[in-house]
């Protein structure tokens, strides 16, 4: 027997309250890491955004479209290289086989140049560009909606009316994990020929612009805009990741409310851990008077409850990481990505799970600390006399 | 006569409820010789367990000196004291005060962990004090497996299983039956006959005070 025996033996001397106890750790750490992976999945998919690219819609509002003609304008611009655009289709699914999925319609020569996070085999991408009902699709998408290249698909728009009819001409895939693969694209000068789309007529939804320089993106932002200050329709020109950001506004305030969730989720966790260890400590204070009685100092006293507190800590985070590795990464995370929509990508990094243990061990310090200093100041007589 | 391994002078002891002082031990002189067994017996509140816990270095008196084998308590540090009474002392219990969670022999041994004995050193020890008490087939019992009698022995050889040169021991037949009191009775003996510890016992029980050599009675705060 040494010391530690002691000590492991404690751990588990109320089985039931140190199991019970590690598994609400667990779970807290299971909440915690599922919370911060949806912010680190968010935000990761924003801060992968490229940094080189702006976007610049009107300056009233993301609905309301710009003229054709400033594409040339922002391709003239001082320190841009390549610019496209897009209009959004609002595309869904007549059989429902998907909730949600983009629908651009692009500039057929010039997206893929700009967009380089998606990747389409050359000879797709030719035969796309030769086919005006052409479309390429994600490769989630195309799984979800049952089809591949060469075949026919019918589309519903929320904003064109009737059904649009298309010929799959090519499938991309993503170069970044957090690129969607839930959109489909289609020929811009499909839509605008459309007499469906009489009212918006030669006019583009936003343009993606690719800059020389990344560190000149507020410079070159500033400049595209002034050019267009004296038009009817102005410019707005901001960091792709801003754009993005702007399509959930009121998401990302419930975004921070879940950073703070996950603050207090980890008090919680304190909570719990701190009132069991006081419990033991309470139960066991007449032992450790004996302890202290037979030659153990204030020392051992304190090293005992802290290391029971700190294990239970650890082993409550640990399961709750294999939690998290097991439940997210392996189940709800590819799963969440399968049905497309929201999240590009959905994984808990292991910096983070790694956080979480790091978490859980402050956790198992802070917890065991004001237990362990108030017994071990005891008097050992005042302790052997406690009974409770 | 052997010479004192207790020597106390002029012990005083003040606790304070409040700021109300409580006056436990006043001008207490003691000496125990070496190899005596002695009972301290007295009414509640008398001061029996201050006093065992003062020789015992649990507790510092309030004035007066401490000398117990040679060294004055009274100018160590709670450290020291510690590491000396890891070494000098045995303690008996009323209530046993085993580890619930740890086997007879692990209770037994705990004490010699903070010795420099390798593990087959403190096996041997450990087997020799069960030896003593009569438990040496106990040894794997959990304290929940044994009877208040064998638990009582167990804490007794854990007492001296470090070979300290002092068992003190409070009430240490309070919680037995007759015939267990009995037994561990005789163990003190003889322990104090064969092995030459000494023993200080406080007791309220004048069958364990009439086994010990000398009886000494405490009434408010000082020894009559």
Known sequence: ?388 | MAGSIVTLKGIDKTFYRGKEPIHVLEKLDLDVPEGSFEALMGPSGSGKSTLLNIIAGLDRPSSGTVTVGGADLTKMSDNQLAKWRSQTIGFVFQSFNLIPVLTAAQNVELPLLLTSLNGAERKKRVATALRVVGLEDRMDHYPRQLSGGQEQRVAIARAIVNDPKIIVADEPTGDLDRKSADDVLTLMEKLNKELGKTIFMVTHDPAASGRAKVQRMLDKGALQ
């Open chain 1, 1 to 388: 027997m040494n010391l530690a025996t002691y000590a492991r033996r404690n751990m588990f001397r109320r089985r039931g309250r140190t199991i019970w106890t590690m598994i609400a750790i667990a779970l807290t750490v299971l909440i915690f890491c599922l919370i911060r992976t949806v912010l680190v999945s968010w935000e990761g998919s924003a801060e992968d955004a490229a940094q080189d690219r702006l976007a610049s819609r009107h300056k009233v509002s993301f609905t309301m479209n710009l003229p054709l003609k400033y594409i040339t304008d922002v391709r003239a611009v001082d320190g841009v290289v390549g610019a496209t655009y897009a209009n959004w289709f609002g595309a869904k699914d007549p059989l429902k086989r998907v909730p949600f999925m983009a629908g651009l319609a692009v500039d057929k020569d010039s997206f893929f140049e700009v967009s380089k996070e998606f990747s389409v085999d050359p000879a797709q991408l030719a035969d796309w560009k030769a086919t005006k009902n052409g479309v390429i699709l994600g490769d989630i998408l195309a799984e979800k909606l049952e089809t591949g290249v060469g075949k026919t698909l019918k589309i519903e728009s929320d904003i064109y009316p009737g059904d649009w009819e298309f010929k799959v001409a090519g499938i991309y895939t993503p170069n970044r994990k957090t690129a969607d693969r839930m959109t489909m694209v289609m020929h811009w000068d499909m839509l605008n020929d459309d007499p469906r789309n009489a009212w918006g007529k030669d006019r583009l939804g936003w343009m993606l612009v690719n800059i020389k320089d990344s560190t000149r993106s507020a410079e070159v932002s500033k400049a595209i805009d002034r050019k267009f200050d004296e038009m009817d329709d102005q410019t707005l020109t901001m960091s792709e990741r801003q754009f993005a950001l702007g399509f959930v506004g009121a998401l990302a305030a419930v975004l921070d409310a879940l950073g703070y969730v996950s603050v207090g989720i980890l008090l919680i966790m304190v909570l719990i851990l701190a009132n069991t260890v006081a419990m033991s400590v309470r139960e066991r204070t007449n032992e450790y008077g004996v302890l202290r009685a037979i030659g153990f100092t204030p020392r051992h006293v304190a090293t005992f409850i802290l290391g029971e507190s700190i294990l239970v800590a650890l082993a409550g985070g640990l399961l709750g990481v294999l939690l998290t590795f097991l439940l997210i990464n392996n189940l709800a995370g590819p799963a969440l990505v399968k049905q497309g929509g929201f999240f590009t990508f959905f994984h808990t990094p292991g910096w983070l799970m790694g956080l979480a243990l790091l978490i859980a061990l402050i956790v198992g310090v802070f917890a065991g600390l004001f237990p362990a200093l108030r017994a071990s100041r005891l008097r050992v007589t005042d302790a052997l006399r406690r009974v409770d």
